[in-house]
């Protein structure tokens, strides 16, 4: 779903940050993405759904070339997608279950209450279903940007960093929601420092891990 050839990427078309990966991302995958601070792993997500586009080297993704995509065809590539940020941005005066609902309005579908329902109480909110955002907990926000993002359906999830803040128990349960998505066919791709959590994560799903280091992107040893 995602085909990277010799791609290199710099802020401001400068200096590479990253250069010269190839990569294959597979429907129904699950790869952690590594690497230390400031490295590129945030950058890396957004190439990933065409917030950044690649400065050299091919990339497509379902199928099509992203640097030839119209403004539409990255709305449509976008759709596709769900992305849960490092640090989730909710509209604070609006309810939780509207928050989670937003995207299916912004794009002009209606919102089927049952199936929002059903959502609600997958990722354990149905109480919080009327409180504001800032009224959530850090693991809450969490889950709603995990809602959120997978509202639309998207046949991959890019987290970032989902656990940051998170105690273990939390992150568990949240890495139990994606090991879920993943086992319903969407591909997954996890950037973390935490490497607790990819251990976690390969005692119950086949996990490829990889690491970006000096602007390389590797797959890393099997030894985690
Ligand atoms: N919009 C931007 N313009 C210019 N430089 C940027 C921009 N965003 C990020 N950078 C720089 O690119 C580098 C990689 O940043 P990125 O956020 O991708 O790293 P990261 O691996 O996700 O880091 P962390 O683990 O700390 O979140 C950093 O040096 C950062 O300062």
């Not at 990933?48 to 065809?73: E, H, I, K, N």
Request: proline share 4%; glycine share 10%; net charge neutral.
């Amino acid at each position: 779903m995602i085909e990277m050839q010799n791609l290199s990427f710099g802020y401001g078309g400068g200096e590479a940050l990253l250069a010269d990966m190839t990569l294959s991302l597979q429907p129904g995958s699950f790869h952690f993405l590594t690497g230390p601070s400031g490295a590129g792993k945030t950058t890396f997500l957004r190439l990933c759904y065409a917030d950044l586009l690649p400065s050299a080297g091919r990339m497509s993704t379902f199928g099509q070339d992203v640097r030839a995509l119209s403004r539409d065809g990255i709305a449509g590539l976008r759709r596709r997608v769900g992305v849960v940020h490092q640090d989730p941005q909710f509209l604070d005066h609006m309810p939780v279950a509207e928050n989670i609902a937003l995207p299916l309005m912004i794009s002009g579908q209606a919102v089927d209450m049952a199936a929002l329902g059903d959502l609600l109480a997958w990722v354990q909110l149905s109480r919080h279903a009327r409180a504001m955002p800032p009224e959530l907990s850090g693991g809450e926000r969490q889950r709603a940007a995990l809602a959120r993002a997978v509202i639309m359906a998207p046949d991959l999830i890019l987290a970032d960093e989902p656990t940051g803040n998170l105690d273990w128990d939390m992150s568990m349960r949240l890495l139990q929601l994606l090991i879920e998505l993943n086992r319903s066919g969407k591909a997954v791709l996890i950037a973390t420092h935490d490497l607790n959590l990819v251990r976690a994560a390969k005692q119950q799903v086949q996990a490829r891990v990889l690491r970006i280091a000096g602007m390389k992107l590797q797959l890393a040893g099997a030894d985690l």
